[in-house]
């Protein structure tokens, strides 16, 4: 079992920058493949970003390619989104997730889920 939890969100305006933490209880950690992933209102919930359980591999949705950038700390049990040149259309509710060991795109490649944190975006 792996439980998952986000922090970091907040308000910050477009052109900004925030950093999201996620912290993972268990000892598989190291084990699973980690996955960001967002839901803004009135949409469905997206891929944002995935990177592969020894951290090496990573892979980006085109939308925020160059913008953001997803790691691990296995020793710490987290994953991080850092995310630069901020949008105000990438105000949503940010989730990390775990599953697999490569790099997952899909939500149903991974098992587990964070409770999410909120993006807000100010133009």
């Known amino acids: 079992q792996v439980q998952l939890v986000e922090s970091g969100g907040g308000l910050v305006q477009a052109g900004g920058s925030l950093r999201l933490s996620c912290a993972a209880s268990?000892?598989?950690?190291?084990?699973?493949?980690m996955g960001w992933f967002r839901q803004a209102p009135g949409k469905e919930r997206e891929f944002v970003a995935t990177?592969?359980?020894?951290?090496?591999?990573?892979y980006y949705a085109d939308f925020v390619k160059g913008r953001f950038t997803i790691s691990r700390d296995n020793p710490k049990n987290t994953v991080y989104l850092q995310m630069n040149s901020l949008k105000p259309e990438d105000t949503a509710v940010y989730y990390c997730?775990?599953?697999?060991?490569?790099?997952?795109?899909?939500?149903?490649?991974?098992?587990?889920w964070g409770q999410g944190t909120q993006v807000i975006v100010s133009s």
């Open positions: 268990g000892r598989t950690f190291s084990r699973y493949a």
């Open positions: 997730a775990a599953g697999g060991v490569g790099l997952g795109l899909y939500e149903t490649l991974y098992d587990y």
């Open positions: 990177v592969s359980w020894t951290g090496v591999d990573t």
